[in-house]
Nanobody, 127 residues
């Protein structure tokens, strides 16, 4: 069982930066691939970024590539999403999610392919 708690959201002007954190409980955090997803207002949840359980693989949605950076610190049971050059269209509730490294079906970018989810943190980017 893994419990996830996001933090770091808030209101920022376009062009600004935020760093989201996701703290995980449990001693097996290092065996989970981690993902970041978001739900823009009125839209479906969508993939943002993923970090492999080893930390040496990262994947990004085209819409955030070059602006967002995912990372993890397994010693602190925490995963991060550094968001730079924020745009109004980045406004959304951001969620972190954990996917067991032993899970075969699905992909790191799949909304339905993760085992645990956090409650989400609101990010609002004003123009």
């Amino acid at each position: 069982q893994v419990q996830l708690v996001e933090s770091g959201g808030g209101l920022v002007q376009a062009g600004g930066s935020l760093r989201l954190s996701c703290a995980a409980s449990g001693r097996t955090f290092s065996t989970y691939n981690m993902g970041w997803f978001r739900r823009p207002p009125g839209k479906e949840r969508e993939f943002v970024a993923a970090i492999t359980w080893t930390g040496d693989g990262t994947y990004y949605a085209d819409s955030v590539k070059g602006r967002f950076t995912g990372s993890r610190d397994n010693a602190k049971n925490t995963v991060y999403l550094q968001m730079n050059s924020l745009k109004p269209e980045d406004t959304a509730v951001y969620y972190c999610a954990a996917r067991s490294r032993t899970r075969i079906a699905g992909t790191l970018t799949g909304v339905y392919d993760y085992d645990y989810w956090g409650q989400g943190t609101q990010v609002t980017v004003s123009s």
